[in-house]
């Protein structure tokens, strides 16, 4: 079957530094995005990553090892705001997307 | 900027009933979806649609239908609500492009008694 975990919640402070791990097991690879949803909100989009490595959007960079079925999304500079689930989603062989539960990320002051 | 926009935030519904769920996006998408979420899962997909007067079956079909009469719209109805059916319901968006970005309403929670 298809199946991508993530942790179901984190803790950090603000203005330090997350890593939101994602592994992934599907029928085929078309790429991975990462969402942000706050609560009671919509999700939006983050990033989107097909080939193996970092790439990098201000405070936010998003890493693939298609190898290893494994992504991570990295805060920086942690703010209030950046309180909210991060969604992770492959897009399989059929261009599906398969979803993982969401981690919810809770930052302290 | 996309605007999906979701025709309800919140609805009350009683075991039984016919429910409508509209959602109108305004970025000429060809592609329109309904997902629905629950606390602890992932984004479970319902149905989409490609194209206008085309409509395609997701994960979990049973007890919904979908309609997409022009481009902008696209609708989800409850035949007979069940209070398993009580879920957040996300409508998403995106342009031609299998892999385009998905564009989100902020969903309509429904909760069936």
């Known amino acids: 079957g298809q199946n991508i975990d993530q942790p179901t919640e984190m803790t950090a402070t603000e203005g330090a530094i997350v890593q939101i791990n994602c592994t992934y097991q599907t029928s085929g690879f078309n790429g991975l995005f990462w969402y942000q949803q706050h609560a009671g909100e919509a999700p939006t989009f983050l990033s989107y990553n097909v080939l193996d490595g970092l790439e990098e959007k201000g405070r936010f960079s998003s890493f693939l090892s298609r190898s290893k079925g494994y992504s991570y999304l990295l805060l920086k500079e942690l703010q209030m705001k950046d309180s909210a689930s991060y969604l992770c989603?492959?897009?399989?062989?059929?261009?599906?997307?398969?979803w993982g539960a969401g981690t919810k990320l809770i930052i302290k002051p | 900027d996309v605007k999906v926009t979701q025709s309800s935030r919140y609805l009350v519904k009683r075991t039984g009933e016919k429910v409508f769920l509209e959602c109108v996006q305004d970025m000429d998408h060809e592609n329109m979806f309904w997902y629905r979420q629950d606390p602890g899962l992932g984004l479970r997909l319902i149905y989409f649609?490609?194209?206008?007067?085309?409509?395609e079956k997701g994960d979990i079909p049973e007890g919904y239908s979908v309609s997409r009469e022009k481009k902008e719209r696209f609708s989800l109805i409850l035949e007979s609500a069940s209070t398993n059916q009580t879920s957040m319901y996300l409508c998403?968006?995106?342009?031609?492009?299998?892999?385009?970005?998905?564009?989100f309403g902020n969903g309509t929670r429904l909760t069936v008694t």
């Open positions: 649609s490609y194209d206008v007067k085309m409509k």
């Open positions: 998403a968006s995106s342009s031609g492009q299998e892999t385009s970005p998905l564009h």
């Open positions: 989603a492959v897009m399989d062989s059929n261009y599906q997307l398969i």
